[in-house]
């Protein structure tokens, strides 16, 4: 343990789309819909390249300019998130493995915090429904912050909250915006993988692990690792 640059750590952040739950296609299809309205096609290559993991309004000044009004950037994103979550709502769950390893969490006294780009009604909605929201004693979301993922200003003020340095955190991440936020805060960071990635392998680098699930063997030998 005395070897591990991480072996202080005590404290756990999650990202929540794609690393808690199982969700993206939701996303996807909701700006399918979204898009159809706007007379713009929203492929599977666009959102999977320029999309997804970042902000609503990010996204939105793109496709439609970086001078539309804000006030409409706002009302789009509302309905978006709206589709969203009436698309998802009746698949919700956890990703497999997960309640188990936050039961371990739990019984083993570490705080979590949740650090998402999402907005904070789809985390809210999502924790709700899923019963976990006290599990959590902090959430993030990109409008607590100045500058969502790729910065890691999410990450950062989530170990605040949990009172820790990010360097005393773990943080469970899947997206390269969000990978290369977690790397950026001096976290230690494990990958659950996701196609998203397969083109991108310097986005791995410095990763305590990269797993498929929250059940993968290598998920048990890195949280050994830093004396979990």
């Known amino acids: 343990m005395a070897s591990s640059p991480h072996s202080t750590v005590s404290a756990v952040i999650f990202d929540v789309d794609g690393t808690m739950i199982d969700n993206h296609r939701f996303h996807f299809d909701a700006w399918v819909i979204l898009g159809k309205g706007l007379g ?32 409409q950037i706002n009302e789009l994103e509302l309905k978006k998130e709206a589709l969203y979550r009436d698309l998802y709502a009746p698949h919700l769950a956890l990703r497999e493995g997960l309640l188990e390893l936050l039961d371990q969490f739990a019984a083993a006294g570490i705080p979590l915090a949740a650090a998402s780009n999402a907005p904070r009604e789809n985390v809210d909605f999502a924790f709700e429904k899923l019963g976990i929201q006290d599990r959590f004693l902090a959430t993030v979301t990109y409008k607590d912050v100045l500058k969502g993922k790729p910065d890691p200003e999410m990450f950062l003020l989530a170990a605040k909250k949990l009172e820790r340095r990010a360097e005393e955190c773990l943080i469970f991440e899947d997206s390269p915006s969000g990978i290369r936020a977690a790397r950026s805060s001096g976290a230690a960071f494990i990958i659950i993988d996701n196609p998203a990635l397969k083109d991108l392998p310097d986005v791995h680098a410095g990763a305590l692990a990269i797993v498929d699930g929250y059940r993968d063997a290598k998920l048990f030998t890195a949280l050994r690792h830093i004396g979990f």
């Not at 713009?40 to 439609?64: F, G, K, Q, V």
């Open 40 to 71: 713009i096609e929203i492929t599977p290559e666009l959102y999977a390249t320029t999309m997804n993991s970042r902000t609503n309004a990010d996204i939105l000044r793109d496709l439609l300019g970086s001078q539309t009004p804000l006030e």
